[in-house]
């Protein structure tokens, strides 16, 4: 992280395999993104956000394609998804207590009651961020059928929520 907050990339040593033009490890808000293995068609760094009292690390991954660093723009994007990212939870969960009650879902009785309690069944959210601009929170954890076995994805467009989809075996 440069002195002014920024996010930077850092230089590093490239497992075997992986191109060398691209960053082993990228910096966001604090947060080391490091280089995963991925198709030759894309980059992809995976890393998690620092961990409250009692709580799971919080994945975080960011996916460029076709693969290249991740451009300034795209760092500016994450960075300000990874300070706010405790918001957005609250707005992914408020949209899907909203949505989840639509006909399609076809939530059962007693999995539409859930959706009426303070806390809803929805856990360990993850971060996805792509250099064109878009990003996902996907709930790795949930009682509702419609997440087994992959969870909830809730995709946004800047800081809303536009999309709910349970994430099966089919997709």
């Given at each position: 992280m440069t002195d002014n907050g920024a996010p930077t990339r850092s230089a590093g040593a490239e497992e075997p395999g992986v191109d060398a033009k691209l960053p082993a490890t990228v910096r966001i808000a604090g947060v080391v993104l490091g280089r995963t293995e991925s198709p030759p068609s894309l980059a992809c760094w995976t890393g998690y956000l620092p961990e409250q009292t009692g709580a799971v690390g919080i994945a975080m991954s960011l996916v460029i394609e076709p693969a290249a660093p991740p451009e300034e723009a795209t760092l500016q994007f994450a960075h300000d998804i990874v300070t706010h990212f405790d918001v957005l939870v609250d707005h992914a969960l408020e949209y899907c207590r909203t949505r989840l009650r639509e006909a399609h879902f076809e939530l059962t009785t007693e999995e539409l009651s859930w959706l009426d309690r303070p806390e809803l069944p929805l856990a360990v959210p993850e971060a996805t961020v792509w250099a064109d601009g878009t990003w996902a929170i996907r709930f790795?954890?949930?009682?509702?059928?419609?997440?087994?076995?992959?969870?909830?994805?809730?995709?946004?467009?800047?800081?809303?929520?536009?999309?709910?989809?349970?994430?099966?075996d089919e997709q």
């Open positions: 790795t954890e949930s009682r509702l059928r419609l997440a087994d076995p992959y969870g909830i994805l809730v995709t946004f467009d800047g800081r809303q929520p536009v999309d709910v989809e349970g994430l099966d």
